[in-house]
């Protein structure tokens, strides 16, 4: 059986020890299904410019070049990050860099909430309806983030201007747009676009691309949504969302707002992928939250992010659906178990109990080998 290659990144803060835990999940995953998982630990992040001098290693890139997916914990440190020039910081450095480097350009970061986490969304039950289950698409490597100019510059003494160009061409919108509407074909077969066509050139290229390609799927209904309503229609009514396409910066936005519905930032993971080779889609696959500094080392932050990626990582990357779905049940069980972190404990649930990260991970563990 084919050997699977993991680079395991774990950054900064928080990452080492929720990347412990997946990678705990893991190795019960390879006893379980007999998947031969060769993974390699690596620097990255503050981590990586202690130990090599800069965010994204040498070494580190290597890795990811010859391993079949990459495994991401998060990096960036508030404390340290203006120490150094900002386009020598993690996230850019590092974070944006892997994602141009592999032409990772979709996000797919899915939004679920569990019955038995209701009480740590911050709706009202009423406006939870049967229950929250959200993917939203986002384009990941155009857009504002990557267009150029991108330049801070000095009109004259004490006036300077920053500059940050939104761009995006036609099969840029068509290759992430195919991925939504693909995605909601598994799903409820519903794609909610978003742009800002009433405003933005970018946003009416969008939208008549996006509607093009629709047309192809017609079996998927489609809708468009500018980004301020969509903000809005998240926290008013969530369950009438499917599937959410984004361009790079609003999906970053909503993303988040979105998470929120989950109740934590811990529950969340998310897959950025790349081309597909054969039967192997490159993949990046990390939590949606940061570093977490203030509780890092503590045994006090949630796994279950991280852990979830893997189940992505397993799914996208390598097409074990029968490990994947095992993971996730393994999570869904542990929850319904009454275990809870403290970012999603309450004291008002008497069948919750607070873990810590170890415990939280080696419960899931044991779960899937059980």
Not at 188 to 193: F, L
Request: glycine share 8%; with cysteine.
């Amino acid at each position: 059986m084919k050997e699977y290659k993991i680079a395991a990144l774990a950054g900064d803060g928080i990452g080492p020890e929720v990347m412990q835990e997946a990678i705990r999940v893991l190795r019960a995953v390879e006893k379980a299904f007999g998947l031969p998982f060769a993974i390699t630990e690596a620097p990255v992040g503050w981590a990586g410019i202690d130990a090599a001098g800069k965010a994204l290693p040498d070494a580190t890139l290597a890795l990811c070049k010859a391993s079949d997916s990459i495994l991401f914990g998060s990096v960036g440190l508030p404390d340290r990050d203006p120490t150094i020039p900002k386009e020598e910081r993690p996230e850019r450095a590092a974070l944006l860099r892997i994602r141009k480097e592999f032409g990772l350009f979709a996000n797919l970061r899915p939004v679920q909430l569990p019955k038995a986490l209701s009480h740590a969304c911050p709706l009202r039950p009423e406006r939870q309806g049967d229950g929250i289950d959200v993917l939203v698409v986002r384009e990941l490597t155009g857009g504002m983030y990557f267009g150029q100019p991108k330049k801070t510059e000095t009109l004259s003494e004490g006036v300077q201007r920053a500059i940050d160009t939104m761009v995006y061409t036609t099969p840029e919108i068509e290759r992430i747009a195919h991925v939504a509407f693909r995605a909601a074909r598994l799903r409820r077969k519903k794609v909610t676009s978003i742009d800002k066509a009433n405003v933005l050139e970018n946003g009416i290229l969008w939208r008549e691309v996006v509607t093009r390609i629709g047309k192809q799927y017609p079996d998927v209904a489609l809708e468009h949504m500018f980004v301020d309503n969509g903000a809005m229609q998240l926290m008013l009514r969530p369950t009438q969302f499917d599937v959410m396409l984004c361009e790079n910066m609003f999906g970053d936005i909503l993303s988040d707002e979105a998470a929120a519905l989950a109740g934590s930032l811990g529950m969340l993971p998310s897959a950025s992928l790349g081309t597909t080779s054969g039967e192997q889609t490159f993949g990046f696959y990390e939590p949606a939250g940061g570093t977490a500094p203030d509780i890092a080392g503590k045994n006090l932050a949630n796994p279950i992010a991280q852990i979830l990626s893997t189940s992505l990582l397993l799914r996208y990357s390598f097409g074990q659906n029968e490990a994947a779905a095992a993971i996730d049940r393994a999570v869904a069980e542990v929850i319904a178990s009454g275990l809870r972190t403290g970012d999603i404990y309450s004291p008002a649930d008497a069948t919750a109990r607070k873990v810590g990260t170890l415990e939280m991970g080696t419960a899931i563990a044991a779960a899937i080998r059980r």
